[in-house]
């Protein structure tokens, strides 16, 4: 028992002093732990407490900074899917020489890439040569320049193509190579559409890019950059912020075509009458889609362009268009019938000590208010008013007030101006203003608003409301349809919404506006020509012609109002100078509107085209497909395959052409396509220039044929 | 009920309680910390990496429970023939492994779609052997033989390691020589070492700092010439980027800090949630946050130490010591970094940092070290009650 606690003893001895020497040492490593400790929390204790004012907040804004990056902005669509606005990408090709990648990338290698890649940039951009690119990026690496824009505004098609060029392959971190997207607005048709379609700029927003900015504009998002050496800035990847988020696209009712139409005509009636400004708005009756929208104002240099939207800003006192409020209340009250005559004393008498006048005296003593309205007879609807309403102004008033005339019309462009219509309570209401305003003066209402009250008429009564958007997208995708919407289901009877719409069919017929009579369809409409007044008093010679209507009058598609503010060049009356605008736009929709051609009741046999020269098998193949017929002069047409065309007026006629295996052919009139098969199987070299059709050839028709012979061809367009 | 809860956690509570201190200080900082990775990898869910974290931690404490109840002479054993298998895995890790950052330092793990970081668990595996080893050599410690051959393993397990993490292998490697004097290998042979050493890393970044390394692309070695150029202030680039974002942090934070998830540092900080975390630490919680970090640490090196004042054997002072030095060094570390006395390194917190396997290796550790101050303590009662039986 002694012993082994002897043992155990002798044994333990050297054990207690090894753990008292494990222990010394372990203290004296955790004194040192103790040390850094204390170090760490003292100079953790100098940043925060000590001069280094180094790092205070300002230090880092000053160093970093958080940037947005744009979202693309969406596209604006017109009603074919034709773009008429369009953020591109552009990308900048952006180069840091000392990238990690390029920094461990062997000498060797990066330089046999760098030499191919310069290739490459040189073929590419030629402005800089090869030792340029390269003496360029030398010293790009040289200088250690982390971050340059190498190429601005590069296309998605360039950039596909550079992908696979040497460097810009590795991508950002191992190639330094990457690009930074941004978005260019382009505008598609040039000045057309221009204050309609819109912009943004400076907080300024005009037109559907303003009321639509939102959907468009999508939501940028953030990423931060760190300065880096000569004031540029280096996007910093750590846990990027937020991406962006790209805009919607919107597609409207515009029609492309429809618009050009629109803002020719109107340009070309504004210069010939050497008018102020004008505008031509084309709306769809049943659905009260605005087609096209023109607005053009007169420069100092005497050309117009799009600078203000007066169909929905500017509210003015309307003129004779006016008329059909006053019309339909008398008509829907009850009050009198189209056949009712009035007094108009061959077209002036004195009102409340004012005069009351028509455009021109009159050739009758009495007119029926049918006759009124379509000879535009200022007396004879303001004696009518007088008549039945001059007890009970309030009366007419309210017709205005239920067609939401004193409102400004909800739209997708908002208007800057507010109408305005009198009532018997307003403090300015005088003895005279209910005759006056019954005639289209003391109110204020803007195109648009006049355009959506005949848009009613012809609509059979439905009052639409009018827009411009008819889909909302996102790429590719339909979010949301716009569907049209009805304002008020019926603004008058039946009875008086026929009357209306014959009046109006008379004024076209023999009316104020006969000169718009066309033989392909019926027009119906009402003329308007207003003195403008500056202030309180109305100029001499200061007009405004206003015309609009809709077609075909039996069946009405478009409803169309244009409006020519003083034109100075004699005629001033609404049909004169604003119904030629009305008749442009009415032929064009008449000629393309499928819509509007079977009501005609005829079925046109396509009129046939002018027809190339060349081969009768394919000749036939077309002809056929667009319904066309054709006669073949003879048999002989399939002895060489060849034909030539003649056109009658509803066929074509094929002769055949003699073309020899020997000799050079006559190939002019052909298509590029028949003459290279007809000389190339005769071994005759072809050059070329131009397009269209074959108007010279180098070697005259017959020349012998022999090797070698080389041929050039000289195109035009028809 | 502390009666109870020291039957179910066994061992030091001081211990536990500083494993409960640091888990619960890195799900809040990590939570914080993932904000904007949450937002650039998972869509916005920041839920996913807190849920990750705190999922791999619950993991770890089970295996740290475990660990706990086993008696820790059992490690002695099972330390050879994992330190085999650890260098084996490292071995793969340098042939197959994945490359993150450009440096293959984690092995996938077929099949659970994780990968796990070979280094973690040979770090763990060496230190289990060293002090095997040194416990069974107390006898002739002084010997060179001795030296020579601890060394021998070191350097395969350090050599195996380094070229793709270098400071992983200089923590272990500082770590190793530490355990090696606490455990009384001659200090001759061991200042010999540290001379040679110092020697070696000076020529190393001499060396480095005069290199051409165009030709090196596919190695660290650029790497570690551009820190080592970062720390002595001679490159503007993304490393003192680094620092100097990491010291805006401690600098804004102030006393008390901004307040849990008010950093702002994170979006500028690369790794937020790791090897900047004490950063973050400092930026939310303040001077006093990052005190009571280092309060933790050093009270568990403390705490070890009284393990080795009551131990017994040799074998569970220097296994408990080497576990607690690793792993606060490395916190230290992390620590200096984020204040700007070390250079840039991607040292983690133990248990603080998001991590994957690493945080269930170090939960292990913590179980390890558990396991030797149960064991210590359940004889010393038996060794007191004894005497009573046999009067």
């Known amino acids: 028992m002694s012993t082994t606690r002897k043992k155990s003893k002798a044994a333990a001895k050297p054990k207690v002093n090894t753990r008292r020497a494990i222990l010394?040492?372990?203290?004296?490593?955790?004194?040192?732990?103790?040390?850094?400790?204390?170090?760490v929390l003292v100079s953790a204790a100098r940043l925060q407490l000590g001069s280094d004012k180094q790092f205070s907040e300002a230090l880092k804004q000053k160093n970093t900074r958080v940037v947005d990056v744009r979202a693309v902005r969406g596209n604006i669509y017109a009603d074919d899917g034709s773009l008429l606005a369009t953020s591109i990408p552009r990308y900048d090709l952006v180069f840091d020489a000392w990238s990690d990648g390029i920094a461990s990338m062997p000498g060797n290698i990066y330089k046999r890439r760098m030499d191919s890649l310069c290739l490459f940039m040189a073929a590419q951009f030629p402005d800089k040569t090869l030792e340029t690119w390269k003496s360029y990026f030398a010293n790009l690496r040289k200088n250690k320049v982390r971050y340059v824009v190498v190429r601005k505004d590069l296309g998605f098609d360039v950039v596909k193509r550079m992908k696979t060029w040497p460097l810009i392959d590795l991508g950002k971190f191992k190639g330094g190579f990457w690009y930074e997207e941004h978005g260019k607005r382009l505008y598609?048709?040039?000045?057309?559409?221009?204050?309609?379609?819109?912009?943004?700029?400076?907080?300024?927003?005009?037109?559907?890019?303003?009321a639509f900015d939102s959907l468009l504009r999508g939501r940028d998002g953030k990423r931060m950059e760190q300065r880096m050496p000569g004031n540029t800035w280096r996007p910093v990847q750590v846990g990027n912020y937020k991406d962006p988020l790209n805009g919607y696209d919107i597609v409207t009712t515009l029609d492309v075509n429809l618009q050009d139409v629109a803002q020719n005509a109107l340009n070309k009636v504004l210069a010939d009458n050497e008018a102020d400004h004008g505008c031509a708005v084309v709306m769809e009756v049943s659905t009260g889609a605005i087609k096209a929208m023109a607005n053009l104002k007169r420069g100092k240099d005497g050309t117009y362009g799009e600078t203000q939207n007066f169909a929905v800003d500017e509210f003015s006192e309307p003129g004779s268009t006016f008329k059909l409020l006053a019309t339909l209340a008398l008509l829907e009250d009850g009050l009198a019938k189209p056949t009712d005559s009035v007094d108009i004393n061959w077209g002036e008498v004195k009102m409340f000590g004012e005069t009351m006048k028509d455009a021109h005296k009159q050739p009758k003593r009495f007119f029926t208010l049918q006759e009124s309205f379509e000879q535009s007879s200022n007396v004879g609807i303001s004696r009518m008013v007088l008549k039945h309403y001059g007890k009970q102004p309030g009366k007419l008033v309210d017709h205005a007030l239920r067609l939401g005339l004193n409102l400004?019309?909800?739209?997708?462009?908002?208007?800057?101006?507010?109408?305005?219509?009198k009532t018997p309570k307003s403090p300015d209401w005088s003895n005279t203003t209910l005759p006056w305003m019954s005639i289209g003066y003391e109110t204020k209402v803007s195109p648009m608003q006049i355009l959506m009250m005949y848009n009613a008429v012809a609509n059979n009564g439905r009052m639409m409301k009018p827009y411009m958007v008819k889909e909302i997208r996102k790429e590719g995708l339909t979010i949301s349809k716009i569907e049209p919407r009805v304002l008020d289901e019926k603004i008058a009877g039946e009875e008086t919404i026929a009357a209306l719409r014959k009046m109006m069919e008379g004024v076209v017929d023999h009316g104020t506006a006969k000169n718009l009579k066309s033989e392909d369809f019926l027009i119906a409409g009402k003329t308007g020509t207003a003195k403008i007044s500056k202030g309180k008093k109305y100029e001499e010679g200061s007009y405004k012609a206003s015309f609009v209507g809709y077609f075909p009058a039996d069946k009405p598609q478009y409803t169309v109002i244009v409006v020519i503010n003083e034109p100075r060049k004699g005629a001033y009356y609404g049909g004169l100078v604003a119904g030629p605008v009305f008749r442009d736009i009415a032929e064009k929709l008449y000629a393309t509107s499928t819509a509007i051609l079977p009501t005609l009741g005829t079925n046109p046999l396509p009129n046939a085209p002018y027809v190339l020269k060349g081969n009768l098998g394919m000749t036939k193949v077309v002809l056929n497909s667009l319904g066309i017929s054709s006669q073949a002069d003879s048999g002989q047409t399939g002895v060489t395959g060849w034909i030539e065309a003649r056109k009658k007026e509803y066929s074509v006629a094929l002769s055949p052409l003699s073309v020899s295996p020997k000799q050079v052919p006559d190939v002019r009139g052909m298509g590029l396509r028949d003459a290279i098969q007809l000389l190339e199987n005769r071994r005759v070299a072809v050059t070329y220039d131009g397009y269209g059709r074959i108007t010279q050839q180098s070697l005259p028709p017959g020349t012998a044929l022999q090797d070698g012979l080389k041929i050039h061809l000289t195109l035009e367009p028809f | 009920m502390s009666r109870r809860l020291q039957h179910i956690f066994r061992g030091d509570p001081w211990i536990w309680a500083i494993v409960i201190a640091l888990s619960l200080i890195g799900i809040l900082a990590v939570y914080s910390a993932t904000g904007t990775l949450a937002f650039s990898k998972q869509g916005g869910n920041t839920e996913f990496y807190f849920l990750r974290h705190t999922g791999f931690l619950l993991i770890g404490l089970f295996f740290l429970y475990l660990c706990h109840l086993i008696n820790y002479q059992y490690f002695s054993r099972l330390s050879q023939l994992f330190l085999w298998i650890s260098i084996g895995l490292l071995v793969v890790t340098l042939a197959v492994g994945s490359e993150i950052n450009n440096a293959t330092r984690v092995l996938p793990i077929p099949g659970l779609g994780i990968t796990f970081q070979t280094s973690d668990m040979a770090k763990l595996f060496l230190i289990m052997y060293i002090a095997r080893y040194l416990s069974k050599n107390q006898d002739e410690i002084d010997s060179f033989k001795v030296f020579r051959n601890i060394l021998f393993v070191i350097l395969i397990v350090v050599g195996l390691i380094a070229p793709e993490n270098m400071s992983t292998a200089l923590v272990v490697f500082t770590t190793c020589c530490m355990l090696l004097f606490i455990g009384r290998i001659n200090t001759k042979y061991l200042a010999m070492l540290a001379g040679g050493g110092i020697l070696m890393f000076t020529i190393l970044v001499v060396v480095l700092l005069n290199l051409n390394t165009d030709n090196m692309g596919s190695t660290r070695i650029p790497t570690w010439k551009k820190r080592i150029e970062v720390f002595m202030g001679k490159d503007g680039g993304e490393g003192s980027y680094q620092q100097l974002q990491s010291k805006i942090a401690v600098a804004t934070g102030g006393i008390l800090?901004?307040?849990?998830?008010n950093s702002t540092q994170r979006n500028y900080l690369p790794h937020p949630y790791s090897d900047f975390i004490y950063a973050i630490i400092m930026e939310e919680y303040g001077w006093m946050g990052g005190a009571l970090l280092v309060g933790l640490f050093l009270l568990l090196i403390y705490r070890c130490l009284r393990i080795v004042i009551q131990s017994p054997r040799a074998f569970g002072a220097l296994l408990a010591l080497g576990l607690c030095f690793s792993m606060s060094f490395q916190a230290f570390v992390n620590m200096g970094v984020a204040v700007g006395i070390l250079p840039v390194t991607g040292l983690t917190i133990p248990l603080v940092s998001m991590g994957g396997t690493s945080l269930v290796f170090n939960s292990i550790a913590f179980g390890v070290i558990l396991a030797v101050s149960r064991t210590i303590e359940e004889d010393r009662k038996k060794e007191k009650e004894e005497p009573v039986a046999a009067a």
């Open chain 2, 257 to 261: 800090g901004k307040g849990p998830g």
């Open chain 1, 188 to 210: 598609f048709m040039g000045d057309l559409a221009r204050r309609t379609i819109g912009y943004i700029k400076d907080s300024v927003a005009i037109g559907l890019e303003g």
């Open chain 1, 24 to 39: 010394v040492r372990a203290y004296l490593v955790f004194g040192l732990a103790l040390v850094f400790g204390v170090a």
């Open chain 1, 408 to 421: 400004k019309p909800e739209f997708d462009i908002r208007s800057s101006g507010q109408p305005r219509i």
